[in-house]
């Protein structure tokens, strides 16, 4: 039996017309330019987001990686925020990688203040300090919540007032273009350097673009091949990613309304604790009343019952993330699941 996987949009299989797609795809040397079927995927995801050039990478975490290793001299600082991927999520490579210092931003009331980024510039030549080489934010952000358009307008003012660069992990870019009910470029925009993924949610088996100006790429570029990520006949994952931006990327609406029907199932159950209102995406954040219960045995009765779920965070709280494979009655069944749990 298959299970029903509700740990991350990450593990979704490719459709048969990828898999299809991958086995006709034009291929060539992409080192040397050479690939044509990756050329149109970074051609045609550079237009989505309204960027000269990007570039195809074999991950969320290296395109990021990437991104600072590329605006960023070695000894420089990162202002971002403290609970994103970058931080929570990337090894530490910054500082492997790209040589940086990050300097991070405290969410208030679970909310980023553009005047809090403002403050956290070294605007000094103060022999002291570090220089701030780059702004990172994401959108959609790790906590599945979506920065308005507002909120992008305003960080890139600041960048542009202390000539800082300003990336944007977009992870999820398509996911907060369709809670905000706007094209990604209304997004993307307001950034240098764009990160997105077409292996969450989209499908694709691997892969991610960085997007930026065509000098930016060019350097990228370079800077990929010295990070182990320049890679030969790449055209057959491209195919699949063209998939996952010409279609997979129009449907994500289909995964939103899945786990905003499982928030409000989720809210009826006296035993657990969720904020419904907080789910803006494809994510689904709860935790079980006091903390009481013991999450490693529910996890665990869930695997029994082919439901795969991570267990909770330090805090108690679990998440679960709806995906093109996650359907209704596989909501309902994790309901069901729950509820028989907790007789």
Request: proline share 3%; glycine share 6%.
């Amino acid at each position: 039996m298959t299970n029903i996987d509700f740990r991350s949009d990450t593990v979704t299989w490719p459709t048969q017309a990828m898999r299809d797609a991958m086995a006709k795809a034009e291929v060539g040397d992409d080192v040397y330019q050479d690939d044509l079927t990756t050329k149109e995927l970074e051609n045609y995801g550079a237009s989505l987001v309204a960027k000269e050039a990007a570039l195809f990478v074999p991950s969320g975490t290296f395109g990021n990686e990437l991104a600072l290793f590329t605006h960023c001299k070695r000894g420089q600082e990162v202002v971002l925020p403290d609970n994103c991927h970058i931080i929570q999520h990337e090894c530490g490579a910054s500082s492997i990688i790209a040589g940086v210092q990050l300097r991070t931003v405290e969410e208030k009331g679970g909310m980023l203040l553009p005047s809090d980024f403002s403050m956290k510039i070294r605007r000094n030549d103060d022999i002291h300090e570090p220089k701030t080489g780059l702004i990172c934010i994401e959108n959609a952000r790790s906590n599945g919540r979506v920065e308005s358009i507002e909120f992008m307008e305003q960080m890139y003012t600041i960048a542009k007032t202390h000539h800082v660069p300003l990336h944007l992990d977009g992870a999820r870019i398509f996911n907060a273009a369709t809670h905000l009910d706007v094209p990604a470029v209304e997004i993307a925009k307001y950034s240098d350097s764009v990160m997105f993924c077409l292996s969450k949610g989209l499908c694709a088996p691997i892969g991610s673009l960085l997007a930026g100006s065509a000098d930016f790429i060019e350097r990228a570029r370079w800077n990929r091949k010295i990070m182990g990520g320049g890679m030969r006949q790449t055209g057959m994952l491209a195919a699949a990613g063209l998939i996952s931006l010409r279609e997979m990327r129009l449907r994500l609406s289909e995964d939103h309304e899945n786990a905003t029907f499982l928030a409000n199932e989720l809210a009826t159950i006296p035993e657990i604790q969720i904020d419904v209102t907080s789910v803006e995406i494809n994510m689904v954040f709860f935790s079980f009343v006091g903390n009481t219960i013991d999450t490693a045995s529910f996890t665990e009765y869930c695997r029994n019952n082919n439901i795969l779920i991570n267990d909770a965070d330090s805090s108690g709280t679990i998440r679960l993330v709806t995906h093109y494979w996650i359907h209704k009655e596989d909501c309902e069944k994790f309901i069901s699941t729950l509820k028989d749990f907790l007789k």
